[in-house]
């Protein structure tokens, strides 16, 4: 098995990072806060504990990048997001979530597209999807604004089956 690396970039206002251990308290922070949870796949973290397993396992992923999203201002760690190419459509997909309290920044939209050009870069990524809860609608401005286009409404699930949101799907396909 190699050793996958998930580098260190940067935006404008952010570095995107890898994510340890170490951040658990930090990402409890919005991993924990039912306002940000609430159209996320996880459900809501009870406790430190389960972000530190759920930190844990990104120690095994291969071929999926997460990212710590650190604000350089004052070096917050504030979100996290992620890149995966979803081998069963042949596409990439991205997703995002930060502290409640960073909403309305526009921190959102700079990591993914952040994201998206290391894909493009790194990858050879042309095709890119993403998905928000029809109700989630600064989530979809987010992919808007990173040049996805609405293309069919679908459904998605939370991983414990609590809870399944209508959704909105988008697609870019990059020449």
Known sequence: MSIFIIPVIETERLILRPL???DTQAVFSWTGDERVAEYMIYPCHENTEV???W???LENLENEYTWGFVRKSDNMLIGSGGIRF???ENVWSFGYNLRFDCWGYGYATEASKRMIKYACSEHN???FVAEHAIENIASGRVIEKCGLVFEE???YSKFDNSRTFRCKK???ILK
Do not use: F
């Open 125 to 127: 990524a042309r095709e």
């Open 20 to 22: 340890t251990v170490a």
């Open 86 to 88: 979803r081998t069963n």
């Open 153 to 155: 409404y679908s459904e």
């Open 55 to 57: 930190l844990k396992s």
């Open 170 to 172: 988008y697609r870019m």
């Open 51 to 53: 972000t530190k397993e």
